[in-house]
């Protein structure tokens, strides 16, 4: 499969943002689907998830804010954030994850990743 992460921006504190993760070369809901994020001089760090079968998860700081959704038909991953802070501030990646076992958070269980996006957030 390949991903194509799309949406990042500027954008002030407060304001929102939509990424979108568009899959090809197979469906997105065969696989786990995950967001991660990596700010200069940070390790990349997981924020969201969502299964095969739907269920999502959370990094804490995102809890509330941020919403992972799934468009089989557009073959397409979403990460709606929404009261965005600087913090936020990040390259975010699209990444799908082919086992089903493994930490879902751990970034090296993943086996295809997209290009990034760069989110900047303005105090």
């Known amino acids: 499969v390949q991903l194509q992460a799309s949406g990042g921006g500027l954008v002030q504190t407060g304001d929102s943002l939509r990424l979108s993760c568009a899959a090809s070369?197979?469906?997105?809901?065969?696989?786990?689907m995950g967001w991660f994020r990596q700010a200069p001089g940070k390790e990349r760090e997981f924020v969201s998830t969502?299964?095969?079968?739907?269920?999502?998860t959370y990094v804490d700081s995102v809890k509330g804010r941020f919403t992972i959704s799934r468009d089989n038909a557009k073959n397409t991953v979403y990460l709606q954030m929404d009261s965005l802070k600087p913090e936020d501030t990040a390259v975010y990646y699209c990444?799908?994850?082919?086992?089903?076992?493994?930490?879902?958070?751990?970034?090296?269980?993943?086996?295809?990743w997209g290009q990034g996006t760069q989110v900047t957030v303005s105090s």
């Open positions: 070369g197979r469906s997105v809901s065969t696989y786990r």
């Open positions: 990444a799908a994850k082919t086992s089903l076992v493994g930490s879902f958070w751990e970034s090296g269980r993943y086996d295809h």
């Open positions: 969502i299964s095969r079968y739907g269920g999502t």
